[in-house]
């Protein structure tokens, strides 16, 4: 059984900071690229931090960059995404994405699991 969960969104003020976690479970974590998306109202779903299976690649969405940090733990099949110096613009929800392959004798087999998401509401 696939499952990626989503934890740690909440309310917070303009400038306050929140730790998301994603812990994945039923396939191997440490071979699946990890990245975050979100979600706002009426908007379509963007990326937001991507990191590599060994954690040596990242990449962040303009928006957001310099002040979220994206992270992974393979020995805890977990990923996390940092965010401090919170916008409004930041509300939305927050999902965790793997994306990988397997290769068996029949050839190439590309996976893409989604969590369910965490709202984060940034408001004074």
């Known amino acids: 059984q696939v499952q990626l969960v989503e934890s740690g969104g909440g309310l917070v003020q303009p400038g306050g900071s929140l730790r998301l976690s994603c812990q994945a479970s039923?396939?191997?974590?440490?071979?699946?690229?990890m990245s975050w998306y979100r979600q706002a109202p009426g908007k379509e779903r963007e990326l937001v931090a991507a990191?590599?299976?060994?954690?040596?690649?990242?990449n962040y969405s303009e928006s957001v960059k310099g002040r979220f940090t994206i992270s992974r733990d393979n020995a805890k099949n977990t990923g996390y995404l940092e965010m401090n110096s919170l916008k409004s613009e930041d509300t939305a929800v927050y999902y965790c994405?793997?994306?990988?392959?397997?290769?068996?004798?029949?050839?190439?087999?590309?996976?893409?699991?989604w969590g369910h998401g965490t709202q984060v509401t940034i408001s004074s």
């Open positions: 039923g396939f191997t974590f440490s071979s699946a690229a």
């Open positions: 994405n793997a994306l990988g392959s397997r290769w068996t004798k029949w050839g190439r087999s590309d996976y893409d699991y």
């Open positions: 990191i590599s299976r060994a954690g040596d690649s990242i």
